[in-house]
C-alpha cells in the first residue's frame, strides 16, 4: 500500500443486506478511509465454539480470508467493525418455550418453538461467543469493535419486528440505501437517536444486551462507532 493510499475499515457483516443497507452510507460518512464490507454468510456466534481462548483467532479467521482475497496486508487496515443481529438469543432459558409453529415465533419477552432443547443449546452458544468477542479491543493489534443489531438490522432500521422474506429484506435495505445516501449524516442523527440506541459506553451497552429479554427489544450500540474517529489509529474506548 502506498502512503497515499487510504487505509481500511473493515465491516463483518452477517449477510448481503446488511452490506446493502450500510455500505454506501458508510463510505460516505467516512471518505478518509477505504471501507470494505465482507459478508461472512451467517453468524460465526452459532457456527463455531467462541470462548475467551479462541476468540481472537476466531475473528482473524475470516480477516485472514477477506486479506487473501484481496491480497492485502494486515497492516492495511485501519479498524475491524464486526456486526451481529442479536436474534434474542440471550435471553434466559426459561424464556424459550413450546408452541408457536415450525419456525421460532418471536415475542416481546420470549420466544416461542417446537425445538426448545435446540434452541436454548443456539442460544447458550451464542451467549457464550457475543461475551467473548465482546472484551476484545484488538486482534492480532489490529483495533476491533463489535456491535449489535436488536434483533435484527430490519427491526433497528424499520421497526419490523416480524419475520420477512429474503426478498423483504432486500426490499429494505435497497429503501434505507436510498434514503440515506445523499444525506448520510441523518443517518448517524437516527442510529444516535433515543429511538433505536442503546445509551452508555461500549461495556455498558454489552451489558444491557445481555440481560433480560433485552435482545428482543428494539436497539443498538453501533451508534457508539461513531465516537471513533477513523484517522486515530486506536482502539474505541470500552
Known amino acids: 500500500m502506498s502512503p497515499n493510499t487510504k487505509k481500511i475499515i473493515l465491516f463483518l457483516v452477517e449477510g448481503s443486506t446488511d452490506s446493502t443497507s450500510l455500505g454506501?452510507?458508510?463510505?460516505?460518512?467516512l471518505e478518509n478511509a477505504d471501507v470494505r464490507f465482507y459478508i461472512l454468510g451467517g453468524d460465526i456466534c452459532?457456527?463455531?465454539h467462541i470462548t475467551?481462548?479462541?476468540?481472537e483467532r476466531s475473528v482473524m479467521r475470516f480477516v485472514n480470508g477477506f486479506l487473501q482475497r484481496y491480497r492485502?496486508?494486515?497492516?492495511?487496515?485501519?479498524?475491524?467493525?464486526?456486526?451481529?443481529?442479536?436474534?434474542?438469543?440471550?435471553?434466559?432459558p426459561e424464556r424459550v418455550i413450546f408452541g408457536g409453529k415450525e419456525h421460532a415465533?418471536?415475542?416481546?419477552?420470549?420466544?416461542?418453538?417446537?425445538?426448545?432443547?435446540?434452541?436454548r443449546s443456539r442460544n447458550e452458544m451464542?451467549?457464550?461467543?457475543?461475551?467473548?468477542?465482546?472484551?476484545?479491543?484488538?486482534?492480532e493489534k489490529i483495533p476491533y469493535a463489535f456491535y449489535y443489531f436488536s434483533r435484527n438490522i430490519e427491526h433497528v432500521l424499520h421497526n419490523r419486528?416480524?419475520?420477512?422474506?429474503?426478498?423483504?429484506?432486500r426490499y429494505f435495505s435497497e429503501l434505507f440505501e436510498n434514503t440515506y445516501v445523499?444525506?448520510?449524516?441523518?443517518?448517524?442523527?437516527?442510529?444516535?437517536?433515543?429511538?433505536?440506541?442503546?445509551?452508555?459506553?461500549?461495556?455498558?451497552?454489552?451489558?444491557?444486551?445481555?440481560?433480560?429479554?433485552?435482545?428482543?427489544?428494539r436497539g443498538s450500540n453501533f451508534g457508539l462507532f461513531f465516537n471513533w474517529k477513523p484517522n486515530r489509529e486506536e482502539s474505541p474506548k470500552k
Open 46 to 48: 452459532y457456527r463455531y
Open 182 to 217: 445523499e444525506h448520510p449524516e441523518e443517518f448517524v442523527q437516527f442510529i444516535c437517536s433515543r429511538e433505536v440506541a442503546v445509551r452508555g459506553s461500549y461495556s455498558k451497552t454489552w451489558e444491557y444486551i445481555l440481560r433480560g429479554s433485552n435482545s428482543l427489544k
Open 161 to 169: 419486528a416480524d419475520s420477512l422474506s429474503s426478498r423483504e429484506k
Open 126 to 139: 451464542k451467549t457464550l461467543a457475543a461475551k467473548s468477542l465482546s472484551k476484545l479491543s484488538h486482534v
Open 24 to 29: 454506501v452510507v458508510m463510505s460516505r460518512l
Open 72 to 92: 492485502l496486508k494486515k497492516s492495511d487496515l485501519l479498524q475491524i467493525v464486526h456486526i451481529i443481529d442479536t436474534d434474542g438469543a440471550f435471553i434466559p
Open 105 to 119: 415465533t418471536y415475542k416481546e419477552t420470549s420466544i416461542e418453538t417446537l425445538s426448545v432443547d435446540s434452541l
Open 52 to 55: 475467551d481462548d479462541n476468540a
